[in-house]
């Protein structure tokens, strides 16, 4: 066990112990909302959030909450999905990086239809315009938002952009996952603890990929050390 430990880069062991903190976290976080919510529990917070985006909901601010949900749509991170597959498959020819990916948003796919119907939670509002259509429990939008764009996010660290370019576009991604989470308040189609339970269940599933992925990556990289 030693021996196989010290073979283990510095880089990919304080990941793998990260995603194991960040995992055991998040899945604590969504339990104790999710026995709340099958005991039909009623949370202040929501209430609290409720009238804080109730407050924010003028026509203009509205306008633009239903524009920036779109982006954590079905239809959009399916032709994202879609797209990004292509360039890495085309440009990078990244197999491993490519199957995670496929594995991460199919996998939340599945995850967030099997939850809803387990919660049976029922929506503030029902709403088909936003996508408000469903079980509430966890969120969609937030869940594959998460998954979908924190993916990039990964994959930029892991790319040779300079340092700069880096937090600029991870930083602009990290704000568009919390609009697009915060964008289902103020359109009344979620609770706040929906978006809670979504954004912790999307980063255990993203971060769980990714681990798996870079121990993989670590494998194969070993393996064919030893060929040559």
């Known amino acids: 066990m030693l021996n196989t430990l010290k073979g283990v880069p510095t880089r990919t062991f304080i990941l793998v112990v990260t995603a194991l903190l960040i995992i055991g976290g998040n899945c ?22 409720a009238d804080f985006a ?12 239903a524009w920036i949900t779109e982006l954590g749509s079905i239809w959009a991170l399916t032709g994202g999905s879609l797209i990004l597959v292509s360039v890495l498959y085309f440009y990078k020819r990244e197999k491993w990086r490519i199957v995670s990916f496929v594995i991460a948003m199919g996998g939340v796919t599945i995850l967030i239809s099997r939850l809803k119907a387990a919660f049976s939670r029922d929506r503030p509002n ?18 594959a938002s998460i998954v979908f764009y924190g993916f990039i996010m990964y994959l930029v660290i892991r790319s040779k952009l300079n340092a700069l370019a880096k937090w600029l576009i991870n930083i602009f991604l990290g704000i568009l996952i919390l609009l697009i989470s915060f964008s ?19 980063l255990t599933w993203l971060v769980s990929c990714i681990a798996i992925l870079e121990i993989t990556l670590w494998l194969s990289g070993k393996k064919t050390k030893k060929e040559l």
Do not use: C, Q, W
């Not at 109730?54 to 909450?65: D, R």
């Open 54 to 65: 109730e407050n924010l909901a003028t026509p203009l601010v509205m306008n633009f909450f």
């Open 184 to 202: 289902r308040l103020p359109l009344g189609v979620h609770y706040f603890t929906d978006v809670m339970g979504g954004l912790a269940l999307g």
């Open 126 to 143: 029902i709403l088909e315009e936003y996508d408000g259509t469903g079980y509430s429990f966890p969120s969609g939008h937030s869940t």
């Open 28 to 49: 604590y976080i969504f339990t104790e909302l999710g026995k709340e919510v099958l005991e039909n529990e009623k949370f202040m917070i929501d209430r609290h959030a």
